[in-house]
């Protein structure tokens, strides 16, 4: 086979990290976190990951399914949180989505 590389060999020399980093520790973590506490992992800090993604990254995600109403002050998951769990989307969609069905649109 054949391999087309869209970068220079000095870009590749100088540039390029030698390895990529993982999604999940560059990635928006809402959705990730949502479906561990709708399987029943409740210590989401402590969670035993491949590649640890920074606790930072963690907390925004559980502070951003707070203010969307899928966790209540523990940070347990809520009713609404069950809900916005069944859908394989950002929980931001997920809730714009039940709203719209509970406002009628």
Same mark, same amino acid.
């Given at each position: 086979?054949?391999?087309?590389?869209?970068?220079?060999?000095?870009?590749?020399?100088?540039?390029?990290?030698? +390895?990529?980093?993982?999604?999940?520790?560059?990635?928006?973590?809402?959705?990730?976190?949502?479906?561990?506490?709708?399987?029943?992992?409740?210590?989401?800090?402590?969670?035993?990951? +491949?590649?640890?993604?920074?606790?930072?990254?963690?907390?925004?995600? +559980?502070?951003?399914?707070?203010?969307?109403?899928?966790?209540?002050?523990?940070?347990?998951?809520? /009713?609404?949180?069950? /809900?916005?769990?069944?859908?394989?989307?950002?929980?931001?969609?997920?809730?714009?989505?039940?709203?719209?069905?509970?406002?009628?649109?």
């Amino acid at each position: 086979g054949k391999c087309y590389r869209l970068y220079t060999e000095h870009a590749f020399k100088t540039e390029m990290m030698p +390895m990529s980093v993982p999604e999940i520790q560059r990635a928006n973590l809402g959705n990730t976190v949502l479906q561990l506490k709708a399987m029943g992992v409740n210590d989401i800090i402590h969670f035993d990951f +491949m590649d640890p993604p920074p606790i930072q990254t963690l907390v925004n995600a +559980m502070e951003t399914l707070y203010s969307l109403g899928a966790l209540d002050e523990e940070g347990l998951l809520t /009713r609404m949180g069950r /809900r916005m769990a069944e859908f394989p989307l950002d929980p931001t969609l997920s809730k714009v989505l039940l709203a719209a069905v509970d406002l009628s649109c």
